[in-house]
């Protein structure tokens, strides 16, 4: 039991690790951020099927119901990075930028016949982003033109640390629920200013603290075929619902010559929503040799309400909204293969893994859709042996993302996901002669 509580203790202290921001793109600006990869180095390396698979020596949080088929005897602990170069590019110009995160922290074991309990630490969302745009404006009435900045900037996102529980209830069924403690800063700000010192600039800063609640609920059924043989469906219910924060605008006017300036409060009270996502999935196993699957979400943006500036009788007013943005469909697939689990050769142990997804816009930006996205990826699963243990795993993948929108910026994203599941047997009983 120290053990676990030690455990515990190494994932909340890595919280202030995972905050920090893992990106650099403006559409982070929208929303609640980026949203953040699911699932760890695993599912990773499947470029994100998770909801009917059902490792029994690797942790997939991705679908709560799972937990119930860890071993027993057995103590999980998986922690992973990410490093990843992304490109920028719209209207001919390009740009780099580099990221490197610690993403996830989670552990799990199993408390008894059927009954599994995982814990963690795991980002939601990012935002992080600076840039600015420039160009020249005429004056009223005068025949004279000023040159003016917009600047960008934003940082923050959304993280998890939950408690989750999978039980089988009766012969092949499975159920589980995540419990999560959800938190943290969205800050964005967009400044206006001018080369004329006689114009004052203007500032809108938009931020929230959030502290909620998140629930997702998982199902799976797995069905023998043969000895061998096996088919297995998943399905995932995140429960969407009001995050009761109050978002927050202040726009300052500044005269930079008299240096006074002028403050106006906005507040768009319960204005933002966390919305309902549903998924589904199918998986197919050959023994240990090969799993084959494929997985299906809808996240419903276009029901939940988020804060926006409206001029309302000729008075500005900052209100909940919904309907700013639309839902969002993903589908994943993803292989893994591994010639022998137990074999004598290092190689034939080794577990090789692809995947594929692709992903419709759920933003919209000045009524055109957002960026679409496709992925592909591939990762192997390198045992880890030595005298003491056989069974822990480094886990390490490559993935490439594209995110495009006809009109706006296109992101093109290489990204390395770096994983370890330390597995060990914490509760056998020695026995000596």
């Known amino acids: 039991m120290k053990k676990i509580f030690a455990a515990l203790s190494i994932a909340l202290l890595a919280t202030p690790a995972l905050a920090q921001s893992g990106t650099n793109s403006p559409y982070s600006q929208f929303g609640l951020g980026v949203l953040s990869d699911q699932g760890n180095s695993l599912n990773r390396g499947m470029n994100g099927v998770g909801l009917a698979l059902r490792p029994h020596n690797q942790l ?16 999980v602990f998986d922690a992973g990075l990410s490093l990843q170069m992304t490109n920028f590019k719209e209207g001919g110009v390009s740009k780099n930028a580099n990221n490197a995160n610690f993403e996830y922290v989670v552990g799990g074991f199993r408390v008894a016949r059927n009954f599994g309990v995982a814990f963690g630490v795991l980002p939601v969302t990012n935002i992080g982003y600076n840039y600015s745009s420039v160009g020249k404006v005429s004056r009223e009435y005068e025949d004279v033109t000023t040159a003016y900045s ?11 640390v939950f408690l989750g529980v999978g039980f089988s209830p009766i012969k092949g069924l499975s159920i589980g629920v995540n419990g999560g403690y959800l938190w943290g800063e969205l800050d964005r700000s967009i400044t206006n200013s001018y080369t004329d010192k006689s114009i004052g600039s203007l500032t809108k800063s938009r931020y929230c603290s959030i502290a909620n609640y998140k629930l997702d609920f998982g199902l799976q059924y797995e069905y023998m075929l043969n000895d061998k043989d096996r088919l297995a469906i998943g399905a995932t219910y995140g429960l969407g619902h009001s995050l009761k924060a109050d978002p927050t605008m202040l726009v300052v006017n500044s005269n930079s010559q008299t240096s006074i300036a002028d403050t106006t409060k906005y507040v768009a009270y319960d204005g933002i929503d966390l919305p309902t996502q549903i998924g589904v999935g199918l998986s197919y196993s050959h023994g240990t040799k090969w799993t084959a699957g494929i997985d299906y979400s809808l996240q419903q943006w276009s029901k939940a309400k988020f804060p926006m500036e409206k001029n309302v009788n000729g008075q500005m007013m900052y209100v909940p909204t919904s309907d700013l943005y639309q839902d969002r469909h993903k589908i ?4 893994e293969y591994c010639q022998n689990t137990e074999g004598r050769s290092f190689g034939s142990r080794i577990r090789y893994r692809v995947g594929a997804s692709y992903a419709t816009p759920h933003l919209k930006i000045n009524g055109q859709d957002g960026p679409n996205e496709i992925s592909v990826s591939a990762g192997v699963g390198i045992p880890i042996v030595n005298s003491i243990n056989n069974r822990s795993v480094l886990n390490v993948s490559a993935q490439w993302v594209r995110s ?12 390395i996901n770096v994983g370890f599941t330390f597995n060990e047997r914490w509760f056998a009983k020695w026995k000596f002669d």
Do not use: M, V, W
């Open 60 to 75: 997939n949080y991705l679908n709560p119901a799972s937990y119930s088929a860890i071993d027993s005897l057995s103590f």
């Open 150 to 160: 917009n600047t960008y900037y934003g940082t923050g996102g959304l993280h998890q």
């Open 332 to 335: 994943n697939a993803g292989l």
């Open 404 to 415: 495009d929108a006809k009109n706006f910026i296109t992101e093109n994203t290489f990204r």
